[in-house]
């Protein structure tokens, strides 16, 4: 038995395609499907259920797959050890962010970091917090940057920043003539909400909660973008709350109609989530520091309360 085999049936159980894996893992299918076989004839099993399409695992290659990817994981730490001693921070490192992050705080950090790291390979995906954490469980992530906390005992977090959430009040909408805003004025009822699985969307219900009853039942104008909420907004459609980083571009007519909250700000705990096996920890540390002291000034906010982005 092998790393390099477990790796192939880790591939395999990830694809259900021996083709594809066998792409993913930069070999031919039959050098792969070889050394699977002589893995399954080794242990006397069968890892996969071929006869069905898609390949599936078979219960105990359900098993043998849990196993493996233990396994690999801790294969891959001794590189992981060898690195930190040598002080080395390179090499592919695949971050996810979730989507209400991804377009103000990429631009913000990428290049100083890339500059500053030229030997770290950044594959970057936006992704919902769901399947990051999906993800970095199976080992497909390294990192990734979400609100949290998210109460995961597999997943470790490194708070990078609070950020405040903000209101866009257009003209003529209840609140519009209120300078600042308390967290007791809002109502879901009137508010725009973006689409289910973001978890943006969760913390605005949460907030509301706080002192009003939330319906599922009552109608709401939901969709998938910041941008797209803005808009509809505009349009007398209701309020909105935005992530504050997101109202730092703004034009000065669409600065009109945001609102900031009284103090103590309702806000989000953004951190950098990874493994608990903390593998590649010298990148992580490096990305945390080039955040960190790149949000310090674009956040100057004290006072703040945080708001949870789980569903309750």
Do not use: W
């Not at 209400?100 to 500053?116: C, E, G, R």
């Not at 949290?148 to 003529?172: C, D, G, M, S």
């Not at 109608?219 to 007398?236: C, P």
């Amino acid at each position: 038995m092998t790393i390099t085999q477990l790796s192939y049936v880790l591939a395999v159980a990830e694809h259900q395609n021996f083709t594809k894996a066998a792409s993913k893992c930069f070999v031919t299918q039959p050098t792969l499907s070889m050394q699977i076989q002589k893995l399954e004839d080794q242990l006397d099993i069968l890892i996969f259920d071929r006869s069905k399409k898609p390949i599936e695992l078979t219960e105990v290659g359900r098993k043998i797959v849990s196993q493996a990817r233990n396994i690999v994981n801790e294969s891959n730490r001794i590189q992981d050890i060898v690195d930190q001693q040598k002080g080395f921070i390179g090499g592919e490192f695949k971050l996810g962010i979730i989507p209400t992050i991804m377009p103000t705080l990429l631009p913000m950090f990428l290049k100083t970091f890339i500059k500053k790291h030229p030997k770290v390979k950044l594959i970057i995906e936006e992704l919902t917090t769901e399947e990051i954490i999906s993800r970095i469980n199976d080992g497909h992530l390294d990192a990734a940057i979400a609100a949290t906390p998210l109460e995961n005992e597999n997943i470790k977090e490194r708070v990078l920043y609070f950020e405040p959430f903000v209101a866009y009040i257009p003209k003529n909408h209840r609140l519009s003539d209120k300078k600042k805003i308390d967290v007791s004025d809002l109502d879901i009822e009137d508010m725009l909400l973006l689409e289910d699985g973001h978890c943006f969307r969760d913390g605005v219900i949460n907030l509301c909660k706080v002192f009003k009853d939330h319906t599922d039942d009552a109608f709401q104008l939901e969709s998938g973008s910041i941008e797209t909420l803005m808009k509809l907004s505009n349009e007398g459609l209701g309020m909105t709350l935005l992530p504050y980083l997101h109202t730092l571009d703004v034009n000065e007519k669409t600065k009109d109609n945001i609102h900031y909250f009284n103090s103590p700000s309702p806000a989000r705990e953004v951190s950098v989530i990874y493994h608990k096996s903390e593998l590649k920890m010298q990148i992580i540390e490096a990305m945390q520091d080039v955040i960190s002291g790149i949000i310090r000034g674009a956040i100057t906010f004290q006072n703040v309360e945080i708001i949870s982005p789980l569903a309750k």
